[in-house]
């Protein structure tokens, strides 16, 4: 997209704010055909169980694991949408400068709690592949491959904490600027 197109004002998110954002999309799409694969299976062990009255070995145990894939995968999607849930009583309470400030602070302060996460999240994946440990189920999935996305899911998320805190920082707003661009196509 060239700068000729922008009207007075409006900005282009700069490059890896741009990469960023459109794998916090592809890590929602994915969240969101995991949790189809999890009710899909859900309906097979149902209709296993019920329907054809025989045991299910594998089914919970997927969907437990693809339901918690979901939710760290797709992280970086509710972030990029602003989707957690917060309490801004007291920012509304405040003036714009220092909204402004607690809004960097708390992505600052999100940007550690990541990095300290990640970091005992890879060493839980990496202790359960370098040792071969297996779920205590008939199935015995090897822990590594339901694991990894921890990892995954929270250094994506902190990719999109941190492209966020850029923004602030810029006095950028992805939102409104990936909204203005879309409206051009």
């Not at 009207?7 to 998110?13: A, D, N, R, V």
């Amino acid at each position: 997209m060239s700068s000729e197109n922008l009207t007075k004002g409006e900005t282009i998110l700069p490059l890896p704010m741009r990469i960023i954002g459109a794998i916090s999309t592809i890590c929602g799409v994915l969240a969101s055909f995991m949790i189809l694969a999890s009710v899909l299976i859900t309906c097979q062990m149902i209709w296993v169980r019920f329907v054809l009255t025989k045991s299910t070995v594998w089914q919970t145990e997927a969907v437990i694991y693809l339901m918690i894939g979901a939710t760290l995968i797709g992280l970086p999607y509710v972030q990029k949408l602003r989707g957690h849930v917060s309490v801004d009583l007291l920012e509304t309470m405040m003036p714009p400068r220092m909204r402004r400030g607690l809004a960097i602070f708390t992505l600052v302060i999100t940007t550690l709690m990541m990095g300290l996460m990640l970091y005992y999240a890879w060493e839980m994946f990496h202790l359960a592949w370098s040792r071969g440990w297996k779920s205590e189920t008939v199935w015995a999935v090897p822990l590594w491959i339901p694991y990894i996305s921890v990892p995954i899911g929270l250094f994506l998320y902190l990719l999109q904490i941190l492209s966020d805190l850029l923004a602030f920082i810029l006095r950028l707003d992805p939102q409104s600027i990936e909204i203005k661009q879309d409206r051009r196509h």
